[in-house]
Structure formats: structure tokens, C-alpha cells
């Protein structure tokens, strides 16, 4: 998920960092698995945190998102250490997809972001 992550906000140009090398998004997103285990890395462009300013880790599953409002809220924020990772997937047969919908408008932007709590947020103002 991060790797996907940062390949469609980075790589697109919406977020600050470092984007993806092609073969760790290769790795991610090619319909057939891989042949035994790669040497690429994957370099960590964010912090994955929960609303409630939690870590999500890497190793995680989407269900760790928690969903507000009906919807999975993850806050990125800068990362706190560099970290890297071998980029094969974890399981090899199910392939990965991250797609951008749309971009939010500022409002739209500021009403998620009022969502989340102190710490890696500005939760006390008002939306």
C-alpha cells in the first residue's frame, strides 16, 4: 500500500518526496507474481498514521484504516526515520491497484483534516 501510495501522490506530483523506483512499483501492481524473491527496495516517502495520530505500520492490512464517516481516513505525514523494505509483495498472487479519484478542493481538504486529532493534526479548529 505505501509503495502504491507514494507512486500515484508523489510520483503524480501532489505530494512532496521521494517516489518509487518503477521495478518496487512493477513489484506491486504486475498481474503475474513474481519468480522467487527480488532484490529491489522500497524506500518509505511518509508516515502512515491513523486519525487519533496512531501508527499504521507498513506490515498492516487496510482494515487497520479506520474508517470515519463511512470512509478509510489515513493522514500522511513526513517520516519521522528513513525506512526501507524488500519490495516483493506480501502475497504474490493478489496484485495491488491505488487510484486518484479526484483531487479535494481546499474545503473539502480542510473539513477531513479537522477529522483528525492533535499531534500530527489542527483538530481543534473549527470546520
Known amino acids: 500500500m505505501h509503495t ?15 517516489k518509487p523506483s518503477a521495478e518496487s512499483v512493477r513489484l506491486a501492481t504486475d498481474p503475474e507474481p513474481a519468480q522467487g524473491r527480488s532484490q529491489a527496495v ?3 516517502a511518509f508516515e502512515l498514521l491513523a486519525p487519533d495520530g496512531e501508527r499504521i505500520w507498513n506490515e498492516g492490512l487496510a482494515d487497520d484504516i479506520p474508517v470515519v464517516e463511512g470512509r478509510r481516513l489515513l493522514v500522511l505525514d513526513e517520516p519521522t526515520y528513513t525506512r526501507s523494505w524488500n519490495a516483493d509483495r506480501f502475497f504474490p498472487h493478489l496484485p495491488g491497484a491505488a487510484e486518484l479519484a479526484r483531487v479535494l478542493t481546499a474545503d473539502e481538504a480542510r473539513t477531513w483534516f479537522a477529522r483528525t486529532s492533535p499531534g500530527s493534526t489542527d483538530h481543534d479548529r473549527p470546520s
Open 4 to 18: 502504491l501510495l507514494a507512486h500515484v501522490l508523489v510520483g503524480g506530483g501532489h505530494v512532496p518526496g521521494a
Open 42 to 44: 522500497a524506500t518509505g
